[in-house]
């Protein structure tokens, strides 16, 4: 086999798939606080909390009740929305009118508050959740494990979906024109407030929808969502949150580089998506692809 | 103005006689959390920008402290100057790139840098990676004048540390540098169109507010002798954002109360492990919820109101 500037392909490979599936996740957080974001106009701190709500629900619902992966994968992030709806209810909404530090603060202190509680119950150390497919195929140049497949590609139709949703769709319309001109879109007849609280739903569902993907892979535990959140705030950062395409891409991009960072420069894989956030900052401040505003 | 004097009065004098009465390594600690959270709050309460990474100058001060102290054998007072002088370059370089943003962008962008240090942290040769620094030794300040390892005296040195930070504060809030920052805190373009290069002023504060939350750190790791990757997490950045809150953000005086109220609370709840974190959270939704000028802001409100009603 070929070898690249001494790098066995076995490992380049290998760590670009572990790049695209960690640019899958930012991908799918980086979209759902952008469009909650959008409507919101609060950065939802909270959503590593709700990721990490997904996983477990999934690992609940497998360990307790039975139910296997593929039920849970639709019914965890329902539940995980359903509650994030309730959040928006209780808390959120009544604070649009503050000042975007305060959403801030809120979510904050939410993610303490749920990350706190499920590490009083069930400890910081992880648990295992089988996987749903496991085997592999070896490709040749490298040993490809079925469910990392499935998570990359699922990942990838789940992102166009949201896209093509909000995008081309009669609610989607609803939705930009409601980011666009809330005033306005009530004189129509529509029900923004409603609107606003289903988008959160969405958002959360979206998040939570990823934690389900992660569970196999990853250990299900209290904590996992809380480093995770920050990286992908630095993703937000560099890929501006006016477009959702400009989410999607910047997410696997960044996953990538990761992956790359991994292979030719270990110690420095933790911090690169931070230096290309202050490269970013320096070259283009708006961000990838936001605008000025 | 003559009340405040006495209040004034009546807590520097608790102050001088407070390690008679309480433990003074906790008066010690609460006092670099205080100047931390004043640090933190002049970004806030006086420019308008909130800093969620400011653990990282706390924290990265303590390991120049640590490192100058212990590997090269230095005396304190260059130590908490090497700090200093860290969290000040530190914060330069974080400061120039996040002001490029604003609102809440600038929250987002100090809170990734500060996990860039905190990886950095974990990595770099002279921070003890996990383990951090530890067994700090206390060597006596002023070339051998002021023994340290006698508590109380090393107390009065921190409260002397304190006092300067928190003048330095008061002076940068009360000088015509102060009030131009207010006026691009209360409207930016405003203070633009009358000719203040905004960008400049606003990093200025920034690298200020840095090199303050840097004595903060430096301090610290003087008093407990170590230096420890928790003082530059993301949980640290989010303890003083509390602390000022809680306190009052915009007065003066708030965040030391935040500061000496969270101190006081974790020492208590310190047994319920995860919980501490719940309550911290829950202490978030209910101030952000109800009581956004904190206790010093609410607490002045009734004061006032109660006032103009007599």
Not at chain 1, 115 to 142: C, D, H, R, V
Not at chain 1, 215 to 240: D, E, H, K, R, T
């Amino acid at each position: 086999m070929f070898e690249l500037l001494g790098i066995p392909p076995q490992a380049l490979f290998g760590q670009l798939l572990l790049g695209l599936i960690n640019g899958a996740f930012y991908a799918m957080l980086s979209l759902g606080l952008a469009v909650i974001f959008g409507m919101l106009n609060v950065i939802n701190f909270t959503h590593g909390a709700q990721y990490m709500m997904g996983a477990f629900a999934a690992w609940l619902m497998l360990t307790i009740l039975d139910i296997p992966f593929w039920v849970a994968l639709v019914l965890a992030p329902l539940v995980v929305g359903l509650f994030g709806i309730v959040l928006e209810k209780v808390l959120l909404k009544r604070i649009y009118h503050l000042d975007h530090l305060y959403g801030f603060l809120l979510t904050f202190g939410l993610a303490l508050v749920i990350e706190g509680l499920f590490q009083w119950k069930w400890g910081s150390s992880g648990a295992p959740y089988p996987s749903p497919i496991p085997g592999g195929t070896n490709l040749g140049f490298m040993f490809l494990p079925t469910y990392r497949g499935f998570v990359v590609v699922a990942a990838l139709v789940i992102c166009l979906v949201t896209w093509y949703g909000i995008e081309r769709t009669k609610f989607g319309a609803y939705l930009r024109a409601a980011t666009e001109n809330p005033t306005l879109v009530r004189a129509f007849g529509i029900n923004v407030p409603r609107l606003i609280t289903l988008t959160y739903g969405l958002g959360v569902g979206l998040a939570a929808l990823a934690g389900v993907l992660a569970a196999p892979i990853q250990q299900v535990s209290a904590l996992m969502g809380v480093n995770l959140v920050l990286v992908v705030f630095a993703v937000v950062v560099i890929g501006g949150m006016g477009s959702i395409m400009g989410s999607i891409v910047t997410g696997f991009g960044l996953g990538l580089v990761e992956g790359l960072t991994k292979v030719f420069y270990p110690p420095a894989s933790n911090t690169v998506i931070f230096v290309v956030m202050a490269i970013v900052l320096l070259v283009k401040p708006a961000g990838l692809f936001g605008q000025t505003k | 103005m003559t009340a405040q004097r006495v209040i004034g009065v009546v807590l520097l004098a608790a102050a001088l006689v407070a390690p008679w009465f309480a433990y003074p390594i906790f008066l010690m600690t609460a006092l670099c959390f205080a100047l931390f959270a004043c640090a933190f709050n002049l970004l806030l309460g006086y420019v308008g920008l909130m800093s969620f990474g400011h653990a990282m100058f706390f924290g990265i001060a303590g390991y120049f402290f640590g490192h100058v102290v212990k590997a090269w054998g230095m005396a304190p007072e260059l130590g908490i100057l090497a700090g200093v002088a860290g969290a000040a370059a530190l914060g330069a370089v974080t400061g120039a790139l996040a002001i490029r943003r604003q609102g809440i962008y600038f929250a987002m962008i100090t809170l990734a840098f500060a996990q860039m240090i905190y990886f950095f942290c974990i990595q770099a040769p002279f921070t003890g990676g996990e383990d951090g620094l530890q067994g700090i030794a206390r060597r006596p300040l002023l070339g051998g004048l002021l023994p340290t390892k006698d508590d109380r005296v090393l107390y009065y040195v921190v409260l002397a540390i304190f006092l300067f930070g928190y003048g330095t504060i008061y002076r940068i809030i009360h000088s015509p540098f102060g009030q131009v920052l207010k006026a691009i805190r209360d409207n930016e373009q405003r203070a633009v169109s009358l000719g203040y290069e905004a960008d400049r002023y606003k990093l200025l504060a920034f690298v200020l507010s840095a090199a303050l939350a840097g004595l903060a750190g430096a301090t610290k790791a003087m008093v407990l002798q170590f230096a420890t990757l928790t003082d530059v997490s993301a949980a640290m950045s989010g303890e003083v954002v509390l602390m000022a809150l809680v306190g009052g953000l915009g007065t003066i005086i708030g965040p030391v109360v935040g500061a000496f109220i969270i101190i006081t609370m974790q020492n208590y709840l310190a047994a319920a492990g995860e919980f501490v974190l719940v309550i911290q959270g829950a202490i978030f939704v209910v101030i952000v919820m109800a009581f956004r000028k904190g206790l010093v802001g609410e607490l002045t409100d009734w004061w006032k109101s109660r006032r103009s009603a007599g």
